[in-house]
């Protein structure tokens, strides 16, 4: 009788540990070292924005060159142009004045110094030449607003359609970066193209990468095309701009023209 009781009495013990192991087993953790339980369950610390669960696969870098881009906005491209039609008005006005005044100083080098007529005249003169000069740095503060004010313009437009292109694409982040230039001698009679660039050349050359951060990249995630389309596409009723007659007139304005043209290379094309 003690036999059985005792073998009963181990069996039930056996039992019990049997089951013990079952449920400890049951709640053992199965997941990876590191991943949170809910015994460890991550929270999101304070001022930490929450890690993100991407969606789609994420491509690396762009580059997008926002000078270039800005060189080619059709409409800060129109503004720009009305500017310098406006202001060329008002440089003629102002040199229609300033004949004006020579005109007033010879009749008071014709006046005998120190007499009514000649101070009468003298103070006509100072009074004249402190307007003209107040009225063209009026005139220069003016078109400096008005042309800071289309550039910003431009630059949302350029900002809002590389955010857009992007955030489609799933970029990581996109760089400016001002690209290369090729550099074009102007023509000169019977010659088109000189074999080595001015040292004026070379120095703009260097100037621009001066500014530049990125040394190299894949020139299929040169983005700028995509963006000079997409931009354009605001605007369909104005036409498009061609850089290298841009940049000619540019340099022309500021006494470089006469000597180098540069002009873009090819863009590579990206669908």
């Not at 023509?187 to 951060?213: C, K, M, V, Y």
Request: aromatic share 6%; net charge positive.
């Amino acid at each position: 009788m003690k036999r059985t009781l005792l073998s009963l009495l181990t069996l039930s013990m056996f039992a019990l540990g049997l089951v013990a192991s079952n449920v400890t087993a049951q709640t053992r953790p199965t997941t990876q070292p590191g991943t949170p339980t809910a015994g460890n369950q991550a929270t999101n610390t304070p001022g930490v924005p929450a890690q993100p669960t991407p969606q789609q696969p994420t491509n690396p870098v762009a580059i997008v060159d926002i000078e270039y881009l800005m060189s080619v906005h059709p409409e800060l491209d129109a503004k720009t142009r009305q500017l310098l039609a406006a202001n060329q008005v008002k440089e003629k006005n102002f040199r229609t004045k300033q004949e004006k005044l020579q005109a007033l100083s010879q009749e008071l080098n014709g006046l005998a110094t120190g007499t009514a007529p000649h101070m009468a005249k003298r103070d006509e003169l100072m009074k004249s030449e402190s307007d003209l000069k107040r009225e063209a740095a009026s005139a220069m503060e003016e078109v400096r607003i008005q042309s800071i004010k289309n550039q910003h313009k431009a630059f949302k437009d350029i900002q809002a359609c590389i955010d857009s292109f992007a955030k489609k694409n799933n970029f990581l982040v996109v760089l400016n970066y001002v690209r290369p230039m090729t550099v074009l001698p102007p023509q000169q009679s019977s010659q088109f193209l000189a074999t080595t660039p001015s040292e004026q050349a070379l120095e703009i050359q260097l100037a621009r990468q001066d500014n530049n951060t990125v040394l190299w990249y894949n020139p299929y995630y040169d983005i700028t095309s995509v963006i000079e389309q997409m931009v354009n596409g605001l605007y369909p009723q104005l036409e498009k701009v061609d850089f290298a007659k841009r940049k000619l007139e540019l340099f022309q304005r500021q006494g470089i023209g006469n000597s180098e043209m540069l002009a873009q290379p090819g863009i590579p094309a990206r669908n």
